[in-house]
Each structure stands twice: as C-alpha cells, then as structure tokens.
C-alpha cells in the first residue's frame, strides 16, 4: 500500500457509482469522486517557506524543511462532534438547484455563479441536458454550487442556524473539499467557484492529452486490490501503469491508470475474487500522473487565490489531516489532482475520534452510502438543493 501511495498520482475526481436496477448494475459518472449511493454497496510556493504536513500513514511529505509553527498544531487534537461533508462529483442529477431558488440566500449564489462562469448554471441544473451536466466542465461548479446552495436552506429552516453554528468539523469528497474549505471560511464563495471551475477545465484537458481510464472494484479489501494492480503492472509499460486512485470504502475503490493497464485489470479482476468491475465514465485516469499538467495550472491559480485558516478543521483528501496554514493550503490542494483520496481513512479516523452526527449537504446520497458502509449506525442526514 505504501508504494502505491508513494507513486500516487491520481487525480482528484470523484468515481460515483450508483445502484441502478436490481440487477445490481452500477452506471458510473463523469470525473470526480463517485461513490455508491446505493446501501447495496453499502503546492505551488509563492516564495515563502512552506511547512511540512503531519506525518501520517499516507506517507506524502509536500515539507520543505521549515520550521514548525503554531498552524502545524492549530487541529491536531480536534474532537468532532457534528460534522459537514460534501459531494464530489458525480453526485449531480438533473433537477438539482430546484429549491434553491425559494431561498433568497441560495438563489443569490446561482445568480452570482452565472457572472463568474458565463452561463446560466441553475438552467443546466434543473434542465440538463444530463450529458452536458454531467461534464467535468460543468458538473463540478453545479455540485460546488449546490452544495453551498443547501447550506442556505438548511440555514433557512427552524433551528437550522443552530445546527450550523454546531459544526466543528468538515470535509468533502475531491471536488467537495473545495466546498467544504469554502463553508470553513477559508475562501470567499466567489473565489472557491473560480478555483473548481479551472480545476474541472484542467482536468478535462488533462484526459484529453492522455489516454487513461477509472474501474471501481468491488467486493475486494484495499490489500487485494493492490496485488490486482501490481500484477496487472507487470504485464504494461511505465507509461499504462495503473494505481489505487480512490479508497472510498471496504468493497469499493476506483483503480486508475493507462489504458492498456485498465484493461489488463479487467481482464484478471475475476481471478482475483473481484464481485464485479465497473468501467467508470470519467474523463481519464484522475488522482494519478496523468493529470499533472492539471497541476501546474492550478497551482497558478492557487498562488493567486486569497486564502485563510479554516475556522474549523477541514480534512484532506491527501493525507486524512486537518488543514492548516495558507501555504500548506494551496499546496496541498494543487497536489490532491495527482493524489489518491483517502476517503475511508477521513471517515474512519471521524468515527474514532467519537463524530456523533453528520450532515451532507448537496446533490445526492453518495456520501451517506460510504459513511453507512463504515458504520451501519452511524447519524447521517440528507439536506439536498
């Protein structure tokens, strides 16, 4: 696993498998983090010194040899409470927005994501078409978008500012921990949504330089899946390597990678026990060196952007930790295109810490499907847009 990690370059999408018949068949959509909604599947530095992240069990070590700081243990002891967590993509669905717009408060964001990205993007919300939706272009400001979008609903309904206030925690799947830094207080709205929309465009023009594909496997531990993709490596060039590019849950995890490695993997999954492979309809090989030409333009952009300590702790996809200081910020989130999420150490990590209530706010259910599958009794409620 540690080598995996080492080598991880997979881009930071979301693989969102979801339950579609009782056929138990799976339809995968486009360029993110995808999760299984069904309960079947129950650094760019601009000149100043950069501090080292907390060493964790992701050994990925983005230091620069600074000096420790007070930021390095501003989270280091969080106990969570009650948490926010968020989308990635392929959580979005046509119809989506719809009660957004009887929040003033919510239908002010749309309304000002229109003047930043150029379209109208409740239309493409509500309306489709699907396949213009569901394209990383798109999806990843609507579900951004969205997701802060039920913030404001939630807020709206009795009692709703309590919960909030309550919140001591967030993070969100890929695309969603842009939301969930925005939520933080680490960015403004405006900017968060410049961010994800050049994020969704690099990616999109990273998959098209490179041939790369995404199967999730299911039905298989973190360790099996490993020994599917060393052995499918064996048998491809450097260059069609495949790697672990989502650890969403046990049974699930997106593997990513060259072509002809995809397929290789395919081809011997059932060897390997696999209960079944999903090819997903992604762009290309997210959270892997195939979207490092991703990177460099989102560490531009990063470099750029206003950022702040997060007001409370918000959990990286890269390595499970809570975010810290500004610099380590823009690094950390330039470097979550080429990286593996850790998605089902952030959770687990949550429950043992004694996280009592969760809420994921946007599109979907992908979220809760994941966070059931670690703890069938965990709280988790639903505040879609």
């Not at 909604?37 to 100043?48: C, E, I």
């Not at 994800?196 to 790369?212: I, P």
């Not at 531009?300 to 959990?315: D, G, K, M, N, Q």
């Amino acid at each position: 696993m540690k080598a995996l990690i080492h080598h991880s370059h997979s881009h930071s999408h979301s693989l969102f498998l979801r339950h579609t018949s009782s056929s138990s068949s799976l339809s995968a959509m486009s360029s993110s983090l995808f999760l299984p909604s069904a309960p079947f599947l129950t650094p760019s530095s601009n000149g100043r010194p950069t501090l080292p992240l907390p060493r964790s069990r992701v050994s990925m070590s983005v230091s620069t040899g600074s000096q420790p700081s007070v930021h390095q243990t501003l989270f280091a002891d969080y106990k969570p409470s009650n948490s926010f967590l968020f989308p990635g993509q392929g959580a979005q669905a046509v119809g989506m927005g719809k009660e957004a717009q009887n929040v003033p408060a919510a239908a002010l964001l749309f309304s000002k994501a229109n003047d930043i990205l150029g379209f109208d993007l409740l239309d493409i919300c509500i309306n489709g078409p699907k396949e213009k939706l569901d394209s990383t272009v798109i999806s990843q400001p609507a579900i951004y978008v969205t997701s802060l979008a039920a913030v404001e609903l939630l807020r709206a309904r009795e009692g709703g500012q309590q919960i909030i206030d309550s919140v001591d925690v967030t993070c969100g799947l890929s695309l969603g921990e842009y939301t969930a830094l925005a939520f933080a207080g680490s960015f403004s709205f405006e900017d968060g949504l410049k961010l994800v929309k050049l994020r969704g465009e690099a990616m999109q023009d990273a998959a098209d330089a490179a041939k790369g594909a995404m199967v999730s496997v299911i039905g298989l531990d973190s360790e099996k899946v490993q020994q599917l993709c060393d052995a499918a490596n064996q048998e491809v060039s450097e260059a069609e390597k495949v790697q672990i590019a989502n650890y969403l849950c046990p049974g699930n995890y997106a593997v990513s990678g060259g072509l002809k490695g995809i397929e290789v993997v395919e081809s011997k999954a059932k060897s390997f026990k696999a209960r079944m492979i999903v090819r997903l309809a992604v762009a290309g090989a997210f959270h892997t060196s195939f979207m490092e030409p991703a990177l460099s333009r989102l560490e531009a952009a990063l470099a750029t952007t206003e950022i702040r300590t997060p007001r409370i702790p918000v959990i990286s996809n890269v390595n499970a930790q809570p975010h810290t200081d500004p610099v380590t910020i823009k690094k950390t989130l330039a470097r979550q295109v080429t990286s593996p999420v850790q998605w089902e150490t952030t959770v687990k990590t949550l429950l043992a810490k004694g996280l009592k209530k969760s809420y994921e706010l946007g599109p979907g259910k992908v979220i809760t499907g994941i966070v059931k599958r670690l703890d069938k009794g965990a709280d988790i409620e639903n505040i879609g847009a």
